[in-house]
């Protein structure tokens, strides 16, 4: 595969933002086949991420360009392509990468891969990058939509590679080696690579180490400090248990404010019947206060008729039979009467059954008289019905009559 082309001259932060600006405008417009697959309510948060990314970045600027997939399907996508500049011991490098924003963009992540040149090398056993110089850094394992963005992507990049740089420049060994006082030859001619400066004309001088020279004889500028590299590892590690743990607590977080919806909706439902049955409450109050006005009114009637019939006989033989109860109306009385004359016959057909098994009457002097018996109380029970039935009219209408007015209704 050929390596890229050299990323263009960077201009001004303020033209590089226009130009983008209207190169994106212009590109997410698109209708039709040409048109880029990103979702209609997203391409505005990708335009201002793309603007803000050459605004703090110039040296990315952003094309429309083809993507190949790893299962072999190609699209049409947005990509920032250029350097992202790190500090590595006091000199300011630009390391050659791409970020492509995939069709999801930016609910997911966008794809970042280094391109190094013909000069570079990645290093082996990166943290970050792998052999083929895709990243995988904390930021993007973290991506959170709305808040992640490219600029904060970039920004950590180049602190993650300035701490540990991850291209390298190709060396070749030295043509006149040292002199070596030793007799052993060094056991590792293999040249240790340096990181790749901004200015890629001038290439570092290489450090390398022939197979006649001894690791003794080597200049002490070869050899980085330890102390440095400990350093350097240490940071790294650190950031990448930050991330971790930021991770970690974003997800417990969120696990914690999913149980509190829980808990709020299962609160709001208590609440719902809660307040149903505080409803239901009330209105078997009201109905028992309406039951206790009937119950103090019957009270008064009771009383009242307590008070009129106190002073009468004290004794039971002082008493007329026919004058202890005095119906209260005319209804009453019928009533009265008809039940008395129902049971008086009654029992004249229990005698007479009587007498018809002791023989005291004949066979059809007992059928005669009950069956005149018979229809005189089917009379006397027809009437009884029609007085209970207007006994109770009356009793509806005049207890509607007594109901106070709060409880009319």
């Known amino acids: 595969m050929a390596p890229p082309p050299p990323a263009p001259p960077s201009m001004p932060s303020t033209q590089g933002a226009q130009y983008a600006q209207q190169f994106l405008t212009t590109a997410l417009s698109q209708r039709g086949p040409s048109a880029l697959p990103y979702a ?26 083809h993507f190949v997939h790893n299962d072999g399907r190609t699209a049409l996508l947005l990509q920032a ?17 791409s970020i492509w924003l995939l069709e999801t963009y930016p609910r997911s992540p966008p794809a970042v891969f280094l391109t190094p040149t013909q000069s570079m090398l990645v290093k082996p056993h990166h943290p970050l990058v792998d052999r083929s110089g895709s990243v995988h850094s904390p930021y993007l394992l973290s991506w959170l939509f709305p808040s992640s963005n490219l600029v904060d992507l970039v920004r950590s ?7 540990d740089p991850p291209l390298y420049s190709r060396q070749t060994p030295s043509a006149n080696p040292s002199p070596s006082p030793s007799s052993n030859p060094n056991p590792n001619p293999n040249p240790i690579p340096i990181p790749i400066p901004s200015s890629h004309s001038s290439p570092a001088p290489a450090r390398v180490f022939s197979s006649s020279s001894s690791p003794y004889a080597r200049p002490a500028a070869s050899v980085e400090d330890p102390a440095e590299v400990f350093r350097r590892n240490a940071i790294s590690k650190l950031v990448d248990t930050i ?48 039951q206790l006005q009937m119950v103090l009114m019957n009270t008064d009637v009771l009383e009242g008729w307590v008070r009129e019939n106190e002073g009468r ?23 009265l009467q008809c039940t008395a004359a129902d049971l008086a016959v009654e029992d004249v057909i229990y005698s007479l059954d009587k007498a018809a098994q002791e023989g005291s009457i004949s066979f059809e002097m007992y059928l005669k008289n009950v069956r005149a018996l018979s229809r005189e109380q089917f009379f ?10 207007a006994q109770l009219q009356s009793q509806v209408t005049s207890m509607a009559a007594r109901v106070p007015p709060q409880y009319a209704s």
């Open 157 to 163: 990049l180049s602190h993650a590679f300035s701490l």
């Open 380 to 389: 006397h029970r027809a009437t009884g019905a029609k007085v209970r039935a």
């Open 40 to 65: 209609e309510d997203a391409k505005w948060l990708i335009r201002q991420h793309l603007v803000s990314l050459v605004d703090a970045f110039p040296s990315l600027h952003p094309k429309v360009t």
């Open 81 to 97: 392509e250029g350097t992202i500049p790190i500090a590595y011991q006091g000199a300011v490098y630009n390391l050659p990468a």
């Open 313 to 335: 006989g004290r004794r039971i033989g002082d008493v007329d039979v026919d004058d202890a109860f005095e119906p209260s109306d005319p209804l009453s009385k019928q009533m």
């Open 243 to 290: 991330h971790g743990d930021l991770a970690a607590l974003r997800k417990s977080r969120e696990l914690e404010v999913e149980g509190l919806f829980t808990t709020q909706a299962g609160l709001k439902q208590r609440e719902e019947e809660l307040r149903k049955g505080l409803r239901e409450m009330l209105d078997e109050k009201e109905a028992l206060e309406q």
